[in-house]
């Protein structure tokens, strides 16, 4: 029997890209898409769904026959910041629901991604450590510290087998930016693409954490598809791509279109971004089910160039 695979929070940026490398592996199927929202231009199965209501989730589960559950969604980082208590609300609300209907419902694999977000001032800047002090700078990383903690007790107290990467900044261009710090390096592309001067909200030397979706997606599949025996990490695995800074992804976007201008206004989220590390130490991923990235920042600069550029084309067709 193959597993018939829940993933909320479809319309974000990751769910947008695993959906479709999800129907590649088990089938179209035998993939649910979900979200608060309606999606564009979704032609597989979809239900409408409030992950903070358990009733809701539970009756998609029975309906489906559901055996994994990829649950997606969350309020990142700037935009929790906006508000919060609603920020920690929802994010807590929909991770505790998806862990208890997986409890009730039996289900064989739960994913629940972590941040970066979760480190802060006294993680250490430089290849952050898997147990590294969490010390979290915004709602949005102290709803991942307590929902990192939440999945340990559900796999310790209850055998749930849940499992969790520390995704760093991702750049895809499936999507637009969905309210993160690391946003700024997938909305310039859509501006150099464009011809438009982009106005970045960190400092030029603001180094981060990144990783190309490709990467991400493949990590994921990677840790979900692993032997149980292997994870030996229940709160969260620390996972790294690649670290740049906006200087040096500017540069490397010149190399491509040389007429490309941008200029630095730092906001808010400078102070967010000088929290986090600039690199992460993600040995125990490498080590357990062998995880290695792909995508160096040139690679990664060229690939989104030559999807955007697919996609600007095919949306001018009349």
Same mark, same amino acid.
């Given at each position: ?7 909320? +929070? ?17 089938? *179209? +199927?035998?993939? #649910? ?35 994994? #559950? ?9 935009? +929790? *910041? ?92 499936? /999507?637009?930016?969905?309210? +993160? ?39 994921? #599949? ?11 990490? =229940? ?50 991923? =490498? ?13 990664? /600069? ?13 949306? /001018?067709?009349?």
């Amino acid at each position: 029997m193959k597993d018939k695979i829940l993933v909320i +929070g479809a319309n974000g940026q990751i769910g947008t890209a695993l959906i479709p490398f999800l129907e590649e592996i088990y089938g *179209e +199927g035998n993939v #649910i898409a979900s979200d608060i929202n309606n999606p564009v231009n979704y032609t597989g199965v979809f239900e409408h769904l409030d992950a903070t209501k358990a009733d809701n989730l539970s009756a998609v589960i029975k309906k489906h026959d559901i055996t994994q #559950i990829y649950h997606l969604a969350a309020i990142l980082s700037a935009r +929790g *910041e906006a508000d919060p208590v609603w920020a920690w609300n929802i994010n807590m609300q929909t991770s505790l629901s998806v862990l208890q209907a997986a409890r009730e419902h039996k289900l064989n694999k739960l994913f629940i991604p972590s941040s970066i977000a979760v480190f802060g001032p006294s993680s250490g800047k430089e290849m952050t450590q898997q147990n590294a002090c969490l010390e979290p700078s915004t709602v949005y990383g102290v709803s991942k510290v307590a929902t990192e903690n939440w999945c340990s007790y559900y796999y310790h107290k209850y055998g749930i087998d849940v499992r969790s990467l520390r995704y760093p900044g991702v750049v895809s261009h499936q /999507s637009m930016p969905g309210g +993160g710090t690391t946003d700024y390096a997938v909305d310039i592309f859509h501006k150099a693409i464009n011809g438009e001067k982009y106005t970045c909200y960190l400092k030029p030397d603001t180094a981060l954490p990144m990783i190309y979706i490709d990467d991400a997606l493949r990590a994921t #599949i990677k840790l979900m598809e692993a032997p149980k025996k292997k994870i030996t990490v =229940r709160t969260s695995y620390n996972l790294a791509g690649l670290s740049f800074t906006p200087d040096g992804l500017y540069q490397n976007i010149k190399n491509i279109t040389s007429s490309f201008e941008m200029e630095y206004q730092p906001d808010f989220r400078q102070a967010i971004a000088d929290s986090w590390p600039g690199s992460i130490d993600d040995s125990i991923a =490498r080590n357990d089910w062998e995880w290695q990235p792909e995508f160096d920042l040139s690679r990664m /600069s060229r690939d989104m160039f030559f999807h955007l550029a697919k996609h600007k084309a095919f949306a /001018s067709q009349p």
